[in-house]
């Protein structure tokens, strides 16, 4: 069939690489769709640098979007002919706990005319489902090529639409990494043994199935090799990173910084400060979320860790972090393509980590 899934380390070029193959054939439709904002910005951004434009032949979508307008609303009366569907509400958790399936009303919309983001995909496939397979039969009218950025962050009946789009005409493209699984698109209990870093069992299965062909890659054009390292050491399980990078500026690695010295620090390296989330105090300096900041490259970062990732700093072992902490911090080291400091207190029982004025 032609499809292909790629699963690549932080630094890799995989958006980059999706970018060149989407604008290196321009004859033909073209959707790429990935799950946050800011990885849609960078998509158009990536494009634009390129060829100074977003060419008619190619939509950028984010996956919300894309369910919405082209699964959503063409099909939507085959399974709710009501009134028409005009917006998504997003979910935090599970929506209409409780609610049979079979009350489509309350089930799938709040209000009557919002699908809960939770339940979307599943929508998705129903409609395709009772309408014959028009879904994806308009779809395969549509694009020649669909390509889905960032797939670690999708969930539930997503990977129920992805085998859907696998066995269609369309050449698919799949792209991640499940250890960067920051965020996801639903809480949705289905398929939850595929979910984040289990996405690659998936993958696994359906180059079984013969629906794709699985690739990896383990190189990292962003980090150098001491932060390949730090990194790798979250994933004893995986391939270790090699480092394409070889740029050279007098201050590489990994560091523990103290209190007393990171106002020094920050002066002097000017890093982009990072937390796991608002919860981190970051004595003042402005931060940025580790989440936020998936696929953005900085040449230094510091990071101010939570209770979790000082315990993983004192004891170098990743098991106790939990998967979205693990996620996390890896996102975050992996910024930075030449310095990765932490503010901390102590001595670190991991290897070649660097004091700087401890």
């Known amino acids: 069939m032609g ?3 790629l699963v690549a380390a932080a630094g890799s070029r995989k958006t980059t690489h999706l970018v060149e193959e989407a604008i290196s054939s321009q004859n033909r439709h073209t959707l790429i769709t990935t799950y946050t904002i800011e ?6 951004e990536y494009v634009s640098q390129r060829i100074g434009c977003v060419p008619s032949s190619l939509q950028v979508s984010t996956w919300y979007s ?3 307008r082209d699964g959503v609303r063409p099909y939507q009366s085959s399974v709710y002919p009501d009134r028409r569907i005009s917006n ?5 958790g599970r929506s209409t706990r409780g609610v049979a399936k079979g009350n489509v009303t309350k089930y799938y919309l709040s209000d009557g005319e919002r699908i809960f983001t939770d339940k979307i995909a599943d929508f998705v496939c129903q409609c395709n489902e009772r309408s014959g397979g028009l879904v994806i039969r308009r779809l395969e009218d549509m694009y020649d090529q669909i390509f889905i950025d960032e797939s670690q962050d999708l969930a539930g009946y997503d990977f129920d639409l ?3 789009l696998l066995r269609s005409r369309i050449h698919i493209r799949i792209v991640g990494d499940c250890r960067q699984s920051t965020y996801f698109t639903n809480c949705s209990p289905k398929n939850s043994r595929y979910k984040g870093y289990n996405i690659c069992r998936l993958f696994a299965d359906w180059e079984t199935e013969g629906l794709c062909d699985l690739e990896e890659r383990n190189e990292s054009y962003r980090c150098n090799q001491q932060i390949c390292d730090f990194a790798d050491r979250l994933y004893r399980e995986l391939k270790p990173t090699v480092s394409r990078s070889h740029s050279m ?3 590489e690695g990994i560091f523990l910084v103290g209190s007393k010295d990171v106002h020094k620090y920050y002066s002097t390296y000017e890093p982009v400060v990072l937390r796991d989330t608002i919860k981190t105090s970051t004595a003042d300096f402005p931060a940025k979320n580790f989440g936020i900041v998936k696929g953005k490259t900085f040449d230094r970062v510091l990071i101010f860790p939570n209770g979790p990732i000082r315990s993983y700093l004192q004891s170098g072992d990743p098991s106790p972090l939990k998967p979205r902490s693990r996620a996390g911090l890896y996102v975050a080291v992996t910024r930075a393509r030449h310095s990765v400091a932490f503010v901390f207190e102590g001595a670190s029982a991991i290897p070649n980590v660097s ?3 401890l």
């Open 3 to 5: 499809n292909k899934v």
């Open 39 to 44: 990885n849609l910005q960078q998509l158009v």
């Open 66 to 68: 894309f369910l919405l």
């Open 88 to 92: 998504i509400c997003f979910v935090e």
């Open 162 to 164: 992805l085998e859907l």
């Open 249 to 251: 500026t007098g201050h």
């Open 355 to 357: 004091a700087y004025g």
